[in-house]
């Protein structure tokens, strides 16, 4: 069941990414084809933040910070944000924005809701699994679970409800996660509006189109798929003599 869960998620969550970045200089036509393209909707609306000064950056910041913690799929955002703000700026308010949304409900979590939710889930092998995991390992396992093909909720809330986890290691895990691709994800957008504007598209919008498709289709489910592999082999007495998997 384990192994269908994470196949799934990886053919909704992972699979769309570099499709997406590779068809977003399409999206700057859709209006005036009088279609309603969402990427097209998305465009205009932070478009015109970006022309409202700094009360748009705030709405933006604002907005994006609770769009990363309600829907989480963060990168048609980021992308809208790098063609339409200026790219310094673009990356300055993504990075907060998705980051502080994704502490933000990681916190919530881990203080408000996480003992409730332990008490209901004591007992369960998997999660013993995964509580000595990530006491083995912080910030490695945090990480791992970062790079996870799963929904941005799931890896907020996740490890706030493993109790021996530190919280600077999944707020220093997130940082370095999330601002790469933040960056990458407006870059991309910058380059995309270039494009947009009539210019030609660049050899650095080729290579990253290219490095998320690896990092989309290959490295992320490869690092969960061994942790996973590490959980089940411990929970079958293949692991360690503590009983805690490892993450090579």
Partial sequence: MMLYVIVATIVVVVVPSPCLAASVVSSSHATTRGGS?????LLSFVDGLSRSGIKGMATYLLGFTLWTMTVGATTPVEIAAGMAFPLRVAIILSASGKIGGACLQYALSKYLFSDHARVR????????????????????????????PMPEFVKNVGPSLVSGLRTRYQLLATITHGLPFTILWSCMGNEAAIVARGGQASVLLKRMVAAITWIGLVASPTLFGWWIKGLGESAGGGGDDDGQATVT
């Fill in 37 to 41: 393209d969402p990427r097209a909707v």
């Fill in 121 to 148: 889930m004591r007992g369960n092998a998997w999660m013993d699994k995964i509580d000595a995991s990530f006491e083995s390992h912080p910030y490695r396992v945090a990480l791992v679970w970062r790079f996870s």
